[in-house]
């Protein structure tokens, strides 16, 4: 899983200025970091009594559905709160607000989320609790989310929306590198009972294809390779650029009970195929797939 973004959440003097700086000094700049993003507006929009929150609700998660940004919200303890806000004071805030802002921000989290969400991080924070041990939590998070099967994530975040559905998924996995360690492949899915003879007529389709493109002696930094079908895995999309080869997957709907986890894993296995159709054997491979509808129930 690649992940990009990381955006700190939580009240006024919750400790996101401090994690910010901590947080970029341990992963060398690493991600693109954010005080506040869209569950703030949506907080702050109900607290003040505006009529846009349902948008920044929408916003929040539309960046939950794209999975390259880990959300941390950030819990301090009521005394917590009080002793920063009376210690140093605030230009926005007094005592009683920024309390009623962390009790918005602690159901939101404590009743919704409850760190079922793979790419949501919930911190309590006592006294004790500094911002190094705080960004340990985050890198530790980071760590298991780079090295996740995207499949599993997507069917983590369904199952704990509570809906039947959630639509325009994406997710960007790093399949193939000479640099970077990449999670093994699991061959053992091109036997999978229930897809096995779908799984090989598209191979066929999309090697051939390739292969027949390339007998024209067109340059590879020129091509885009198109494979598209009615079934689920419904647009197959390749180019080679920037010395990077880019499969953009589409599939229409995906059981993420059932079926996700061999479609995903099998799509990796395509990515491999398609690098050998190409004689590209060193370049990265980058698989990006969107789904327009992730179900749990047929």
Known sequence: MIIDNIVLEGADCSGKTTLYEVLHGDTNYRYNIQDRSNLSMYVYSNFYGREDSNKWYNNFWKEIKSFNTLYVILLPSDNVIKQRILERGDDKQTVESAIDLNGRFRKL??????????N????????????????DLVMQRLLNLEIASPADMIRDVVFASGKNELVDITTSELVFSNKTKVRPIMWDVLDFPQEKEYYAGIRD?????????????????????????????????????NNIIDVNVTMRSSNVSNTLWADYEFLRILCLDI??????QTSDIVLTLNIRSAHINP
């Open 205 to 241: 389709k999309i090697i051939t294809n390739i292969e027949r493109v390339l007998m024209t002696n067109q340059k590879l930094d020129s091509r885009r390779f198109i494979y598209a079908d009615d079934s689920c895995i419904s647009l197959i999309h390749t180019m080679y650029r």
């Open 109 to 118: 989290s404590k009743f919704y989320f409850r760190n079922m969400f793979p």
């Open 120 to 135: 949501i991080l919930v911190v309590d924070i006592d006294e004790e609790t500094t911002a190094n041990n705080i960004s």
């Open 275 to 280: 690098a050998n159709a190409m004689q590209i």
